[in-house]
C-alpha cells in the first residue's frame, strides 16, 4: 500500500470552520482507504485535545510529529483552501525538498499515481 499524507488546513478562528476542516481531513483518509492507500491523516491529532487539560502538546511538537510522519510517507494529496495555513505550506516546502510527490486533489493523485506505476 502506498502512504499517502493528507495536508489540509485544520485550524481556524471559527470553531464551525474547523470542524469543516477536520471532516475534509477524515473524509478524504477515508476515501484513500478505500481505494487502497494507507493514508496519514494529521486531522484526526485532534484527539490528543481530549487529554490536553493534563498532558499539554504544544503547536510546534505537532508540526515536528507530521514532519516526521509526511518524511516516510510516498506522496502527498493536498485539499483545497490550503494557502492559508502555514502548516500545510511547511508540509509542501518539506516534501518537495525531499522530492515527495505533491498532488493537489484526489483526482491529481490518482493519476499522477497510476502513471508511476505504469
Same mark, same amino acid.
Given at each position: 500500500?502506498?502512504? #499517502?499524507?493528507? /495536508?489540509?488546513?485544520?485550524? *481556524?478562528?471559527?470553531?464551525?470552520? *474547523?470542524?469543516?476542516?477536520?471532516?475534509?481531513? !477524515? #473524509?478524504?483518509? *477515508?476515501? +484513500?482507504?478505500?481505494?487502497?492507500?494507507?493514508?496519514? &491523516?494529521?486531522? +484526526?491529532?485532534?484527539?490528543?485535545?481530549?487529554?490536553?487539560?493534563? %498532558?499539554?502538546?504544544?503547536?510546534?511538537? =505537532?508540526?515536528?510529529?507530521?514532519?516526521?510522519?509526511?518524511? &516516510?510517507?510516498?506522496?502527498?494529496?493536498? +485539499?483545497?483552501? =490550503?494557502?492559508?495555513?502555514?502548516?500545510?505550506? /511547511?508540509?509542501?516546502?518539506?516534501?518537495?525538498?525531499?522530492?515527495?510527490?505533491?498532488?493537489?486533489? %484526489?483526482?491529481? +493523485? !490518482?493519476?499522477?499515481?497510476?502513471? %508511476?506505476?505504469?
Amino acid at each position: 500500500m502506498k502512504k #499517502v499524507y493528507v /495536508a489540509g488546513p485544520i485550524s *481556524s478562528d471559527k470553531t464551525e470552520q *474547523s470542524l469543516r476542516n477536520l471532516r475534509n481531513g !477524515i #473524509v478524504m483518509g *477515508s476515501k +484513500l482507504l478505500n481505494l487502497g492507500f494507507s493514508p496519514y &491523516v494529521p486531522h +484526526l491529532d485532534y484527539q490528543y485535545n481530549m487529554v490536553q487539560d493534563t %498532558l499539554h502538546i504544544d503547536a510546534e511538537t =505537532y508540526y515536528e510529529h507530521d514532519l516526521q510522519w509526511l518524511a &516516510v510517507c510516498d506522496c502527498m494529496v493536498v +485539499l483545497p483552501d =490550503y494557502q492559508k495555513s502555514k502548516g500545510v505550506l /511547511a508540509e509542501i516546502k518539506f516534501a518537495r525538498e525531499r522530492d515527495i510527490p505533491v498532488y493537489y486533489g %484526489l483526482e491529481a +493523485l !490518482i493519476i499522477g499515481e497510476l502513471c %508511476l506505476n505504469n
